[in-house]
Each structure stands twice: as structure tokens, then as C-alpha cells.
């Protein structure tokens, strides 16, 4: 009986390297999920360094562009610097000044046969610069005995009668008789058109009875600009301040509007300056029921650039 057993049911064991158990499963799920997420990964990775590498290639590129830009709007101010006219001194030297006048101090010499360029030029002072990159201001009449690159003398442009015409700007002072009492005026002009100005006037009036000053705003017309003598009509508006000396009369400071009309002439005298003289008539518009009319007349010097 024990033979038959043993000949019917074989003994053979099963192999088991087919075939996994849930535990070997479960493992070989996780194992190839964490494989798939690091690739996943590293793909993003990828991706976000190249992106950046385009980011900071864009970057450099135009960090390049403005740089080229930078270099070339140097070269530009350094070829305009190269084109600014120079001239050697052939007087015995150049004084330089701190500014535009005689009453700047002079701070520099520049010796005979040294050059200098000409950086702009203010009425009748121009600013120069010498080779050593020291600039300083020199008059017109030395400026007239130095010599250009080709030997000539330096040709130094004069304020004509045309620059007399289309002068933008004109200061002068004058001083005259305002209703018997004397007055010192200052003011400054500024030209819309060769026929057209406008001017603002500052006024101290010293009288035997009272003191005051007058401020006022005017329009000038002139109907012959390009003419050497030029008359002109002016109307304008303004205040007038006065004061009583209480020493010799009684009153109360007053003041008060004024209009006024009149009329001069400009005369072109040399280089910049102009000679005015004029005629006004004022209205006080007082705080009474009689205005007051005033007659004024003044001659002085005035500037224009």
C-alpha cells in the first residue's frame, strides 16, 4: 500500500521564481513609481535650466546692447570735443578768468605758441580749454591776437546792428524826473519778435516831500527795428507806493494802481550797449474820487544779448 502511495503523488516541489507574492508585488510597484517620479523630475530640472540659460543670455545681450550704446555716445561726445575750433596764442600769453568779466580773478596763464579750443562763447568773453583740460575765460580783444590752425588771425565775431535787431534779452538802467521828484529805474526786456517786447520796470523815487518806489509791467512795440535810432510806444500798468516825510508833511503811506502810455527811441551805439531815452505819462488810480496824472521823462544805458 505504501508503494502504490508513493508511485501515484509525485514529490516534486513547484518552483517559485514564476510567480510573486503580494508582499514582492507591492515593492516592485513603489520601486518603479519613485523611478518614474525622479524622472519626471529631473526632466522639469532640465527644462527650468534652460529656461533660466535664456534668461540670463537675453539679459547679457542687452547688457551688451547698452554697452555699445554707452561706447558709442562716448565716442560721440569725445568727436565733438575733437571738433571744437582751436587756436594757438601768439600774444605773449592768455589770461584766463574765473568767469565772464573783469572783475573774475584771473587764475591761469597759458604762454605764446600753446593752444587752446573754444568751448562757447558769452557775449564778449569766450570760454576756452587748454590742452591740459584747464578751461577759463578770456576777453574778446586778446582773443583777437591768437591764430588759427592755418596761420590766419582768429576772426572774433562783433555784436552788430542786426544783433542790436533780433536781441532777445535787454537790462539797462535810467534815471529822470518823475513829477518833479527825481527816479532811478531799472529793468530787463524780453523780445517776442523784432517789433514786439516785453518789460518788467523796478522804480525808486526820491522827492523833497516823500520817498516811494513803483514797479510796473509794459508792452513796447517798435515800428522800425532794423533802424539805428528806433522809436518805440510803450503801455503798460503797475503800483505805486508812497511815502510821506513825516519831518515836513503829515499823511499816511499810500498805495496805489497806475497806467501809463508813452513813447522813446533805442539808438545802437557799439558793440552791445544802446542808448534810451523816454517819455511817460501816468494815471494814479487813487483811492479818492480824483485820480492824479503824472508826466515822467528818463534817459539811461541799456545791455542786450
Known sequence: MSEL??????????????????????????ENGLKLLLYLWVQETLRAAVALSRARLSFLQ?????????????????????????????????????????????????????????????????????????????????????????????????????????????????????????IVSLYGSYSLNPYVSVEAWGSQILGNFSNGWMASVNVVQETFPDWRVSPFFTLGAGVIHTEPKSTIVQGEDRTDQIGHVGAGIRTYLTRRFVLRAEFKSYVVFTSRDDNEEVEEWKVGFAFFF
Request: net charge negative.
Open 5 to 30: 502511495s508513493t508511485t501515484i503523488i509525485p514529490s516534486t516541489p513547484l518552483p517559485t521564481n514564476r510567480l510573486l507574492s503580494a508582499p514582492h508585488h507591492a515593492r516592485f510597484v513603489v
Open 62 to 182: 542687452r547688457a551688451a546692447a547698452l554697452s555699445l550704446f554707452a561706447v558709442t555716445l562716448t565716442g560721440q561726445v569725445q568727436a565733438a570735443e575733437k571738433a571744437l575750433r582751436q587756436v594757438a596764442v601768439a600774444d605773449p600769453y592768455l589770461e584766463m578768468h574765473t568767469g565772464p568779466g573783469r572783475g573774475y580773478p584771473i587764475f591761469h596763464v597759458v604762454d605764446r605758441g600753446e593752444s587752446v579750443s573754444i568751448v562757447k562763447q558769452r557775449t564778449e568773453w569766450y570760454l576756452v580749454r587748454n590742452d591740459k583740460g584747464v578751461e577759463g575765460w578770456v576777453d574778446r580783444d586778446q582773443m583777437e591776437l591768437t591764430l588759427k590752425p592755418d596761420g590766419e588771425v582768429f576772426d572774433v565775431k562783433r555784436a552788430t546792428l542786426e544783433d542790436f535787431t533780433n536781441a532777445k534779452w535787454e537790462v539797462g538802467v535810467l534815471a529822470g524826473d518823475f513829477g518833479g521828484a527825481n
